[in-house]
């Protein structure tokens, strides 16, 4: 898997995994003035408050944005664990997560697996099969 693009700013680093993105546009709808796809680089931690910063990219169903504050705290997983289908069967699982893929494991704590087999991105949905309809 390809690593995911750094944005850094002074109080939180928010990361993007293309691969990953199901583009349930959660992040640009909750925070046009930092997400914003017509401007490069598209995402500017910098123009909004840390904390609502974290608080948006917790929103991003498929994990593809994840963020780190500059003392070096991180997205605190879900507890309970949750997991729930979609109606299509894509699997979206939240809280302390450890996904392998390729033989290397992943920890994670939000993630969208593929429910028809047919992703590029296994075990990630890449929208490419038919549980990617909705």
């Known amino acids: 898997m390809s690593q995911p693009k750094e944005y850094p700013g002074r109080e939180i680093t928010?990361?993007?995994?293309?691969?990953?993105?199901?583009h349930a546009a959660e992040c640009v709808r909750g925070l046009p003035q930092v997400f914003d796809l017509e401007r490069r680089p598209w995402i500017s931690p910098d123009d909004a408050p840390a904390?609502?910063?974290?608080?948006?990219?917790?929103?991003?169903?498929?994990?593809?944005?994840?963020?780190?504050?500059?003392?070096?705290?991180?997205?605190?997983?879900?507890?309970?664990?949750?997991v729930?289908?979609?109606?299509?069967?894509?699997l979206v699982l939240r809280g302390d997560l450890a996904i392998?893929?390729?033989?290397?494991e992943h920890h994670e704590t939000r993630v969208t697996l593929c429910g028809c087999g047919a992703s590029g991105n296994r075990p990630y949905c890449d929208q490419s099969g038919p549980c990617a309809e909705q």
């Not at 928010?14 to 199901?22: E, H, I, N, Y």
Request: aromatic share 10%; hydrophobic share 35%; proline share 8%.
């Open 14 to 22: 928010v990361t993007f995994a293309s691969r990953r993105c199901l």
């Open 51 to 82: 904390d609502l910063v974290a608080e948006i990219v917790r929103r991003c169903p498929s994990g593809a944005l994840r963020y780190w504050y500059a003392d070096g705290a991180t997205e605190t997983p879900d507890r309970p664990t949750s």
């Open 84 to 90: 729930a289908s979609t109606p299509s069967g894509q």
């Open 100 to 104: 392998w893929s390729a033989g290397v």
